[in-house]
């Protein structure tokens, strides 16, 4: 299971390219099953300084970048609900286009998060960009091949990357992305919650219908929000137009 290559699919629904913001606050289901625990209540363990809200810390973000390469960033499997748990694949994808996204599995389904507290057994991984951003390398301390899926992969973006949960089904599986439009149905299948002080994260994925977001959840340190494309334009028209009135001022006619 273990073989060092990403894969490259096209997202069948809404084809084309995509902005990687999600629209946000979506309504998050308190009630859950008898011995699971409640994202809210996920999320005071994973932030044990308290003050981090399910509610109102959700984030629009769906992809994320690190700051300055070489970077390492280490995702920890925390907590998982999910009825397909042993089953289910967690992954990075990166790309601009449903027709070419690259796609690689991370945690496999033998990955498992402590449904008790963050401190307790869950499985980590390390991802880490060279310094041209070419090339990322998974590893981990231990369940390499079976837990973990190491090797030395292409394709992610060290600016623009999100994640992914496949699922089995009866007629093939579905895969859910952090950014909303990449879902066949279009909806919200991950939340990114962000403690505020910091710039750690909560990934929270829903593989159903019940809207509990617990079904698997990730903790990611050190990662920043992709803007929207919209904002990077925003930001480059300030830069030419502050270099156009300083011309102006330098070159008077």
């Not at 809210?40 to 300055?68: R, Y």
């Not at 390469?69 to 999910?82: N, Q, R």
């Not at 869950?122 to 041209?132: F, G, H, Q, R």
């Not at 990114?192 to 002080?197: F, K, L, N």
Request: glycine share 14%; hydrophobic share 40%.
């Amino acid at each position: 299971m273990c073989a060092a290559m990403a894969t490259t699919t096209a997202v069948a629904a809404h084809a084309g390219s995509f902005s990687p913001v999600n629209t946000r606050p979506v309504s998050i289901n308190p009630s859950t099953p008898a011995g699971e625990l409640s994202l809210q209540q996920i999320l005071d363990q994973m932030f044990p300084g308290g003050g981090v809200s399910a509610d109102a810390n959700q984030s629009v973000a769906g992809e994320w970048g690190v700051g300055v390469l070489p970077a390492s960033v280490i995702p920890t499997l925390s907590f998982e609900y999910a009825g397909n748990a042993s089953t289910n694949v967690l992954g990075l994808w990166s790309g601009n286009d449903t027709n070419s996204l690259t796609m690689v599995d991370l945690f496999y389904g033998s990955a498992v998060g402590s449904n008790d507290s963050p401190d307790g057994f869950v499985t980590n991984a390390s991802l880490a960009w060279n310094a041209t951003g070419s090339a990322l390398r998974i590893g981990a301390y231990d369940g390499c091949g079976t837990a973990v899926n190491c090797g030395t992969f292409s394709g992610i973006n060290p600016y623009a990357f999100g994640f992914y949960l496949r699922v089995p089904g009866a007629d093939g599986p579905t895969t859910f992305f952090t950014v909303d439009a990449l879902n066949g149905d279009g909806g919200a299948h991950a939340l990114a919650i962000r403690d505020g002080s910091t710039r750690d994260w909560a990934i929270a994925f829903e593989d159903g219908t019940d809207q509990d977001f617990n079904d698997s959840v990730l903790k990611v340190e050190s990662l920043q929000p992709v803007p929207e494309p919209g904002t990077l334009l925003l930001f480059g028209t300030g830069i030419a137009g502050g270099l156009a009135r300083l011309r102006r001022r330098t070159n008077p006619a």
